[in-house]
């Protein structure tokens, strides 16, 4: 199996070293393609208004000046050499993709543009409890459990229209149990914020931030999966419509437009 290893934390991430562990572990036919610098929160953002840099470190490591989805992109049809990957992993990023991030992360992007290109893929991230003394390691969880999940669904399969994100709870191994498959889920608080400083020069400027408040999930979801000390895997799939709302609104709006008709 040829894997192509990515994530949106830079090519230097613990998170990336420990992914590429959980790669080495399943396969020996391991590519990395990673940004340059950390992209977190790019989703699936593109470079199109200037070239994109490649350094090659190794063989099959390269650092891309760019996203996340730039790098599974320029990899899958450029960089590696032979044969297309047969699975792209994503992370492990550092911090939960649950809930609405899943729309922000680009983790789970760059999984999304795996999935794109026709490659199975999964994102993987592990859920921090910054400050807990109770975690040894900050990927334990995700590095203990990562390559016999992995190696199991690619076992069962999924659609090849679905990526599948896997979130590790931020609990020591020996405390986890259980593995969940769940639903994408709600905060029902609003954790990001803006935070107004002033440089030194005297001019206001604004960093984005977030707040420890946990929500309270309903069950059956990621956040509760996580929060509760399960490993949570949520397929995902990129068809944002919603069924309900284009059925009430067929019985309404459907037709001619409104001005055809007051003509008429």
Not at 77 to 82: D, P, V
Not at 89 to 98: T, W, Y
Not at 103 to 124: D, H, K, R, Y
Not at 154 to 172: H, K, Q, S, T, Y
């Amino acid at each position: 199996m040829r894997v192509l290893v990515t994530n949106d934390d830079g090519i230097h991430a613990e998170g990336l070293a420990v992914l590429e562990r959980i790669a080495r572990a399943l396969s020996d036919d391991v590519w990395i393609c990673a940004p340059e610098a950390e992209q977190s929160g790019a989703s699936r953002a593109l470079t199109l208004s200037e070239p994109l840099r490649v350094r090659r470190l190794d063989d099959r490591r390269f650092a891309v000046l760019g996203t996340p989805t730039d790098c599974v992109m320029l990899a899958v049809q450029h960089l590696i050499e032979g044969d297309r990957p047969d699975l792209v992993l994503s992370g492990v990023n550092r911090g939960l993709n649950a809930a609405e991030d899943v729309t922000m992360s680009g983790t789970v992007a760059a999984a999304i543009e795996g999935m794109a290109l026709g490659v199975p893929a999964m994102a993987l991230s592990q859920m921090m409890r910054y400050g807990d003394a109770a975690l040894p390691a900050p990927f334990e969880a995700a590095e203990r459990f990562g390559p016999g999940l992995v190696e199991r669904l690619m076992e069962v399969g999924w659609p090849a229209d679905v990526i599948l994100n896997i979130n590790f709870p931020a609990r020591p191994a020996a405390r986890i149990s259980e593995v969940e498959v769940t639903r994408q889920g709600f905060r029902d608080v609003r954790t990001r914020y803006a935070e107004q400083r002033t440089d030194l020069r005297g001019r206001d400027y604004y960093w984005l931030g977030f707040t420890a408040e946990p929500s309270r999930p309903e069950r059956g979801t990621d956040l509760a999966a996580a929060y509760e000390g399960r490993i949570s895997v949520t397929p995902l799939h990129i068809d944002l419509t919603h069924l309900e709302t284009v059925a009430a609104l067929k019985a309404s709006v459907g037709g001619a437009p409104p001005n055809l008709r007051a003509r008429a």
